[in-house]
């Protein structure tokens, strides 16, 4: 440990020493000598106080206040708080001949806080020779002669009647440097660490001092998050090309309330045109507006929403400052979350976003803190470990230690995840990764004879990590235990023991065994659509021509993106070409197409109020009209979201049945015949078509509703028939199904049909969005777009969109996206699986590695160009899966 105030390293303290500093406090300072015997503990603590008495004392300092215990009350403590419990040892006043006594009280207080003294400073004790001065110290001396008093090295009991070793500071505990001259506080003492310069002590080394989880180690300032929330300019103005008339001031863009008048009489008072773009305003305007005028008083006639006219004059005190008050004075969760809107976190100011308090931070291991070993990658911190230089002591004490650290980030590094950092936030890691780091975890216990499942482990994964951790799974199966593993990547299927093939179709085509045996045998099985694939009978063809870059294309590029790992790098993106953007798990990928491109995009063109990632600028923009994450998120969070709600066909549905004869003799509007409002659903159960069970300490159990059968509507509801079925019919069919039954109806086949397109056709209408798996999740949100009017000028971004699919529905997706391509649109994906990316007609590849050995662009062209590109891993698994006259072309041009 080193001082945190000093860096100086801290040594054990002696009681002379301790001495010497109270006795630099002013002459005629008061102070308690106090013993820390509980310090933020849970419990009553009941039988501590009666061995406080017994042992002659007769006060305590409970949680800063001082007690009187001697009457034989026992104080009432809330038994699941933490609580501190110090025992006043002597209340005494600083001067020059108080040394001895002083120095008495010390040693008993630290036999009582097993190590620990605390000296309240300040009001704390009487005057010396005072009616209440003297009992406390005299009466410990008294009963100490009598063998009253027992030592420091005290049996606890469960109520934690004994000190426990390395327990923190209170907040404020430790002293500041030059302590000696403080007027009031508490000044912390230590048989063990203190610094032997500026007095400062700090507690006993203990494993929770160095978790940011725990009070006693997290930074008091950010309570361990390692930032705090601050109104973000970029946020407020996310889009200078915009007027203030326009919205260019998001929190009071457009629409006449208070505080858009006062921004556009702020503008007229500094002369600038509110129907300007911002961009094209001086720059201390800007800041005006951002951070106040202090002493201009704007003038400005305020029109209330009943038209009346009134004068104001009121001193301007900026945009950022107003939205920070109201967010401090919020009362209201929801005026808080909207001001929040404008805010990003930056790192906290204490601990510069290391998370944890000074004494943590002070403690070094090889000149390195434990916030800066975190900070290392994998690699790293193997070899930073590795190489330190330890003395023989330190390396016996520590040899068990650095070997069960060494094999943990070995585990780490074999399933691919060496690039990662070992304080990488669990929010920020994709499914795979999570994963992979149980999976290590899971190495590591070295268990034998369990059963393993794992879902698409390869998500995310390179082809160049594959085997890493197919050879992580055989070394599992090797210890003992037994893999089943859900899987689609054809090299971990022909690396398997044994496959179960399930079909042969999705939905309610499926659910049969098809196939089951060794690849050999599944690959050898003509009813198994994944054995066509394995043998090679069934591919996903390479186009037979790109839509190679051509001159006069459009392109979209990015300027400097310096995210994360990214290295201020310039990329281009074809508009109107499928590009896919490649490279090792870690590279970038993600940093440069979701956290700089979309989110510059979505600021841009979509109004949203994010904040992208670093980087210059992003040229090329005019034309486009909009930008589409389609992810693999939920469509709905309630059973009441479903396909046909979400992609817009149930809205055509409900039209339709308002139509016909029986519904027009009836009344019945389009209202009727939703379920989310009153009037044709079944009130019994809100439309849901099921009750929610709440069962006491078990899982709710939902049943179907009594009334309507599960059917959702009521009675009269369900007696309007289109073409004999009912609008709870409709729901319940299928999309293909749906498409058939609804050929009639043009507006209503087109949206269905999308759904089929996408390999969707085995899913019910009214199939509840929370049953849907990611990866269909993702595919309605497709048919939705293709259901659309394209206009060729939308951007769709897909993070690996092939997870969770065969290669038969591969196949499906890639014609949607050829799809949207084809109508003029631009699609970019993030993508490894080699099928996607042999199909493209652009190709981004990033690496060359992991996390810091990543960040660069390594190649860019189409496949045929990638797979000859020196230095590309992708081009090397690439070279692979092309037609070799194609591969033997682009080497020959190469």
């Known amino acids: 440990p080193h001082c945190p105030n000093c860096g100086r390293p801290i040594t054990s303290q002696a009681v002379e020493q301790m001495v010497d500093q109270v006795l630099m406090l002013p002459e005629g300072t008061r102070v308690q000598v106090l013993g820390p015997m509980v310090r933020g503990r849970k419990g009553e603590h009941g039988k501590l106080f009666d061995e406080v008495r017994r042992a002659g004392f007769v006060r305590v300092r409970v949680d800063g206040t001082v007690i009187d215990v001697s009457d034989g009350q026992t104080p009432a403590l809330a038994k699941n708080k933490k609580h501190t419990v110090e025992v006043v040892v002597d209340r005494l006043v600083v001067r020059p001949d108080a040394g001895s006594r002083l120095a008495e009280a010390l040693e008993k207080a630290l036999e009582w806080g097993g190590g620990l003294a605390v000296v309240a400073v300040g009001d704390g004790a009487p005057a010396a020779g005072s009616a209440a001065a003297a009992p406390a110290g005299r009466a410990a001396r008294a009963a100490s002669a009598d063998g009253g008093v027992r030592d420091g090295d005290r049996d606890g009991d469960e109520e934690g009647a004994g000190p426990e070793p390395g327990m923190g500071p209170e907040p404020g505990a430790r002293p500041e440097p030059g302590a000696a001259g403080k007027a009031g506080g508490d000044l912390l003492f230590s048989q063990r660490f203190a610094c032997p310069e500026c007095g400062t002590s700090i507690d006993e080394l203990a494993p929770r001092l160095f978790s940011f989880n725990n009070p006693f180690g997290a930074c008091p300032e950010c309570t361990g998050l390692g930032v705090r929330m601050e109104v973000d300019p970029g946020l407020v103005i996310p889009n200078r090309r915009r007027s203030i008339a326009e919205g260019a001031v998001g929190p009071w863009g457009g629409g006449e309330n208070y505080f858009s008048q006062l921004i556009t009489a702020v503008a007229l008072h500094f002369g600038v045109d509110p129907g300007a773009p911002l961009q094209d305003a001086p720059s201390d305007f800007i800041q005006k507006l951002l951070y106040g005028a202090p002493g201009e008083r704007i003038d400005f006639e305020y029109r209330n929403m ?24 919020a009362r209201s969760p929801g005026m808080r979350q909207e001001i929040e809107q404008y805010m990003t976190a930056i790192p906290c100011d204490a601990c510069k976003g290391k998370r944890l308090k000074p004494d943590a931070l002070a403690v070094t291991v090889g000149g390195v803190n434990i916030a800066d070993l975190t900070a290392m990658t994998v690699v790293q911190g193997r070899g930073f470990l590795q190489e330190c230089e330890l003395t023989e002591r330190e390396r ?69 990590d594959n085997a890493r951790l197919i050879a992580t799974l055989r070394r599992l199966r090797d210890l003992g235990n037994t893999l089943i593993v859900v899987e689609h990547d054809e090299e971990t299927m022909r690396a398997a023991d044994y496959i179960i093939d399930i079909g042969p179709g999705a939905g309610a085509d499926g659910g049969h065994v098809v196939a089951a ?137 409900r039209d339709l049945f308002a139509r016909t004869p029986e519904a027009r003799t009836r009344g019945y509007s389009k209202g009727r015949f939703s379920f989310n409002v009153r009037g044709g659903r079944c009130e019994a159960c809100s439309g849901d078509g ?25 009675r009269e509801t369900l007696e309007v028939l289109y073409r004999g079925r009912s609008i709870s019919d409709v729901l319940e069919m299928s999309a293909s199904e749906a498409a058939a039954f609804f050929a009639p109806v043009p507006a209503i086949r087109r949206r269905l049909q999308t759904i089929v397109d996408v390999g969707l056709g085995y899913i019910r209408l009214g199939q509840p969005a929370t049953t849907l798996s990611g990866g269909e999740a993702q595919r309605v949100k497709l048919a939705t777009e293709l259901s659309r009017r394209s206009d060729g000028g939308a951007v769709y971004i897909l993070d690996e969109p092939t997870t969770g699919l065969h290669a038969a529905d ?55 160009e990638i797979a000859v590109a020196p230095g590309s891993y992708t081009g090397q698994f690439l070279r692979h899966v092309l037609d070799l006259p194609a591969y033997a072309q682009a080497a020959g041009q190469s």
């Open 396 to 464: 016996l004490i520590g040899r068990q230690i650095l070997k069960e650290i060494d094999e943990r980030l070995g585990f780490l590094a074999n399933v691919g995840l060496d690039y990662l950092t070992l304080s990488r936030a669990a929010g920020t890691l994709s499914g795979g990764e999570s994963q992979r780091i149980r999976l290590a975890t899971q190495i590591g216990s070295g268990l034998v004879g369990v059963l393993y499942i794992l879902d698409e482990p390869s998500i995310g994964l390179h082809q160049r």
């Open 306 to 329: 009943f038209g009346k006219v009134r004068p104001r004059h009121v001193v301007f005190e900026g945009v950022v400052p107003l939205l920070e008050r109201y967010h401090r004075e």
């Open 690 to 714: 099921i009750i929610k069970i709440e069962m006491h300490f078990l899982p709710d159990v939902y049943v179907p509703c009594e009334v309507c059968k599960g059917r959702r509507y009521n």
């Open 810 to 864: 591969i196949e499906k997706l890639l014609q949607v996206l050829h799809r949207l391509v084809d109508a003029g649109d631009t699609v970019i994906v993030i993508e490894h699986n080699l099928d996607v990316i042999k199909t493209a007609d652009w190709i981004i590849d990033l690496g060359p590695a992991g996390g810091d050995r990543g960040g660069e662009v390594v190649a860019v062209g189409t496949p045929e």
């Open 517 to 653: 045996g060794t690849p050999e045998q599944i690959a050898a099985n003509p009813a198994s659509v994944t054995g066509d694939f394995l043998a090679g009978r069934r591919r996903i063809p390479i186009p037979p021509q790109r839509r190679g870059p051509a001159p006069g294309d459009r392109w979209l590029t990015v300027k400097a993106a310096a995210a994360h790992n990214l290295k201020h790098i310039d990329v281009s993106f074809p508009l109107g070409r499928f590009t896919c953007v490649t490279g090792v798990s870690g590279s970038g990928k993600s940093s440069l197409v979701n956290e700089v491109l979309y989110k510059r995009l979505a600021a841009d063109l979509n109004g949203a109020r994010i904040r992208p990632g670093p980087h210059g600028d992003v040229l090329g923009l005019d034309g486009l009209t909009k930008v589409v994450d389609v992810d693999q998120s939920p469509i709905g969070r309630t059973p009441r979201s479903n396909p046909a709600t979400y992609t817009g066909v149930f809205d055509d549905i």
